[in-house]
């Protein structure tokens, strides 16, 4: 008896397409209808959980970090000047603004991440750009301020300041 295994990608979604560098590889999130702000891009799930944060982790809770699926929402890359939120009380990626057909969608990692794995220098280009991304914590009041943050994170915000 033979046995076909169809091969599903999972990982194709109707609102967002993944974009490959052919130079760097580097992997990007790109828009593929327009949406209005506030609105529910896609919603997510934890294809992994771990204890630990990794470069491709969002951290839900104190001990919870989840890969995500669908995968695509990996390349999402991080902007000062982000277009869209990892709502991890809700479990949904949406919108901050409105956002055309075909633009990059773009989050604020220390949103979402205290302390991250892997710092890196931001070169965003954007007027907001605040320079090494290296997590919530390490954020000043200003900086704070002009961003929307998980409910986790805000919790962790407000006792880290009492
Ligand atoms: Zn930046």
Redesign the pocket.
Do not use: A, D, K
């Given at each position: 008896m033979s046995f076909i295994e169809t091969e599903i990608d999972l990982d194709q979604t109707e609102v967002a397409e993944i974009r490959i560098d052919p130079i760097t590889s580097h992997r990007s999130l790109f828009s593929k209808k327009s949406f209005r702000g506030n609105e529910v891009i896609l919603k997510f799930l934890a294809k992994n959980v771990l204890a630990t944060p990794t470069y491709l982790t969002v951290q839900i809770s104190e001990t919870v970090h989840i890969e995500l699926f669908p995968e695509c929402l990996e390349c999402a890359n991080?902007?000062?000047d982000p277009n869209c939120f990892f709502d991890t009380t809700r479990m949904e990626f949406i919108t901050l603004r409105s956002i055309p057909a075909g633009e990059e969608l773009t989050f604020f990692y220390p949103s979402a991440e205290w302390d991250m794995d892997q710092p890196f220098e931001?070169?965003?280009?954007?007027d907001?750009?605040?320079?090494l991304?290296k997590g919530a914590r390490y954020l000043s009041d200003d900086q704070l301020k002009q961003y929307r943050f998980t409910d986790f994170m805000s919790q962790k915000l407000q006792s880290a300041k009492s």
């Open positions: 991080h902007s000062c931001c070169y965003c280009g954007t907001r750009c605040i320079g991304i």
